[in-house]
């Protein structure tokens, strides 16, 4: 399964390796990190709806800062070599465009950042659910892209962000419900 991945990895990153490419996922990449979201979300909530904002901001941040610190210490215990490492020592060159992370690689944090906020509003505002797929989704590519994911790592973010996403969600509207707020 490893080396699937790894043959995967090297597909993705050489097929997304032009310039064009790289400046695109350079930028998308930032989706991921959980400020430039707070920077995004909240203000685009406000101005939707205020009253959703008070309602989810809380559950929304608590589902990424849990599934955070679980993706954190899952790169601990599971202790993967970014792809630049692990192709390093095969002699192997990958394109690696961006700055390298120092930290481990399985589970993706950029990739379960995205996710857990897509999935969230997804279920608040299912109308728009198709656009914050795509941005996660493009998030998750982009890590690829960059070479400091493989495929594998992305796929667990995604997993482990959705999951608590949905969990907050119901667990939230279950608590709305009981106190009779709006929803």
């Not at 203000?43 to 709806?49: H, I």
């Not at 944090?109 to 914050?132: D, E, K, N, R, W």
Request: some cysteine; charged content about 10%; overall charge positive.
């Amino acid at each position: 399964m490893i080396e699937a991945d790894a043959n995967l990895f090297l597909f993705l990153n050489t097929l997304f390796s032009t310039p064009i490419a790289s400046a695109f996922f350079l930028q998308i990449t930032h989706l991921g990190n959980g400020w430039t979201q707070v920077a995004i979300v909240v203000p685009a909530m406000l101005l939707l709806s205020p009253k959703k904002l008070r309602s989810h901001l809380a559950a929304l941040i608590l589902a990424s800062v849990v599934s955070g610190l679980l993706v954190s210490g899952i790169k601990v215990a599971v202790n993967r070599p970014r792809p630049p490492e692990y192709f390093a020592a095969k002699d192997i060159p990958i394109h690696t465009p961006g700055r390298l992370p120092t930290s481990r690689s399985f589970p993706s944090g950029h990739t379960q950042t995205a996710v857990v906020t897509a999935t969230y509003l997804s279920c608040l505002y299912p109308m728009l659910s198709p656009i914050f797929i795509l941005l996660a989704v493009l998030v998750g590519i982009s890590r690829i892209a960059l070479g400091v994911h493989f495929p594998l790592d992305v796929l667990a973010g995604a997993v482990i962000g959705a999951g608590f996403a949905v969990l907050a969600f119901k667990l939230n509207l279950a608590r709305l419900r009981r106190q009779n707020k709006p929803v």
